[in-house]
């Protein structure tokens, strides 16, 4: 193993690498190992941005994860062949395809680098899954129907979330059967109250580089982040696009906090929820505590007529795991953790609320 301390890239890469063969890409483990024992200068280059960093900050950088999807990007173009037919579905063996992708780096260097220089934009649509449970806690809560609004969209796959049909397991069964999207999870615990009524009057979505659907080179970047061996995810993120591209979903280019304070306001007849997956850690502390000011500012205005829910999907303060389930509604301020959930939408761990919202 590498010393994070003395070389905190390696370092970086290896735990990377860790997650990836855990959480089911054993292709993208041994690409990474391949990466980490013969990482060569022009790969070095691609990190120099982060050159001072420590282990620790490359990783909330997500420094890693942008490699990795700068590659699949430029494999999913068909722009470099011998790349292409090194990853999946083409390719399997990570150590012919990570010499595949030191030639690709001295062929593509700054188009890589372009693609490294913006934040990952993950959109993974089996985080509804997850997030399912606690639209129907609050729509069972409040009586009410429901204005979605979410911060950090990308290019909006979840704004359909109450289009999809789900397969909770244990859970129970909830939405379109005969959606072009189903999704399943594992489910441990009691059953969500899948019999809430749900209703959604609104939805609206900001990020502040929101991806077009529409466009195929932005459709490809948001399907790079995928980890090119996993077939199922790539095989719901083709469906969701779709019915995304078809539904004319759009996500307002807008900083979170700005967007939060503009439009989160409770409105009466409504539950507003704010809700967010896999976003939090990317944001500066300055623009946490501005949404968070924002959101009580307007949770201190809200009433049973025009409750406010916050929603999210993301690991707790400082550190990766494990991804919280967690919910906050006004009035009353009200906060618990509602599960602990998969990062990818694969489990879901209940903890939450029957219809009274008693844990």
């Known amino acids: 193993m590498a010393d994070d301390s003395s070389d905190p890239v390696l370092g970086a890469l290896e735990a990377q690498g860790?997650?990836?063969?855990?959480?089911?890409?054993?292709?993208?483990?041994?690409?990474?190992?391949?990466?980490?024992?013969?990482?060569?200068?022009?790969?070095?280059?691609?990190?120099?941005?982060?050159?001072?960093?420590?282990?620790?900050?490359?990783?909330?950088?997500?420094?890693?994860?942008?490699?990795?999807?700068?590659?699949?990007?430029?494999?999913?173009?068909?722009?470099?062949?011998?790349?292409?037919?090194?990853?999946?579905p083409a390719g399997h063996d990570a150590a012919a395809a990570w010499r595949a992708a030191r030639a690709a780096i001295e062929r593509h260097g700054s188009r890589l680098a372009a693609f490294m220089a913006h934040e990952p934009q993950t959109n993974e649509v089996r985080r509804s899954a997850c997030l399912l449970p606690g639209f129907l806690v609050?729509?069972?809560?409040?009586?009410?129907?429901?204005?979605?609004?979410?911060?950090?969209?990308?290019?909006?796959?979840?704004?359909?979330?109450?289009?999809?049909?789900?397969?909770?397991?244990?859970?129970?069964?909830?939405?379109?059967?005969?959606?072009?999207?189903?999704?399943?999870?594992?489910?441990?615990?009691?059953?969500?109250?899948?019999?809430?009524?749900?209703?959604?009057?609104?939805?609206?979505?900001?990020?502040?580089?929101?991806?077009?659907i529409a466009d195929p080179d932005q459709r490809r970047r948001l399907k790079a982040y995928l980890w090119p061996d996993q077939t199922e995810r790539i095989v719901r993120f083709d469906a969701a696009a779709d019915m995304t591209a078809a539904a004319g979903v759009r996500v307002e280019a807008a900083d979170a906090a700005d967007w939060a304070g503009a439009h989160a306001a409770p409105k009466a007849g409504a539950a507003t929820v704010f809700f967010h997956s896999i976003f939090w850690q990317y944001l500066p502390a300055d623009t946490q505590a501005a949404i968070r000011a924002a959101l009580e500012r307007h949770g201190a205005s809200a009433t049973r007529e025009a409750p406010l829910a916050w929603l999210r999907m993301e690991p707790p303060p400082g550190q990766l795991v494990p991804i919280e389930l967690r919910l906050t509604l006004w009035p009353g301020a009200r906060e618990r953790r509602l599960a602990v959930v998969h990062a990818h939408g694969a489990k879901v761990a209940w903890e939450g609320a029957d219809l009274t919202g008693e844990s």
């Open 18 to 88: 860790r997650v990836c063969a855990a959480f089911g890409s054993p292709f993208y483990g041994g690409l990474i190992d391949a990466a980490v024992a013969d990482l060569g200068p022009s790969a070095r280059a691609l990190f120099q941005p982060w050159a001072g960093l420590a282990y620790a900050q490359l990783m909330e950088a997500a420094v890693t994860l942008r490699f990795l999807g700068a590659l699949h990007d430029l494999a999913l173009s068909g722009d470099d062949p011998a790349l292409t037919a090194a990853f999946p």
């Open 138 to 212: 609050i729509a069972a809560e409040t009586g009410l129907p429901l204005r979605c609004l979410e911060a950090g969209a990308s290019a909006g796959l979840n704004q359909l979330w109450h289009r999809f049909g789900y397969d909770l397991g244990a859970g129970g069964r909830w939405g379109d059967s005969s959606a072009p999207l189903q999704l399943d999870t594992e489910w441990q615990g009691l059953a969500p109250p899948m019999q809430a009524a749900v209703r959604v009057v609104e939805t609206a979505a900001c990020d502040r580089k929101p991806i077009d």
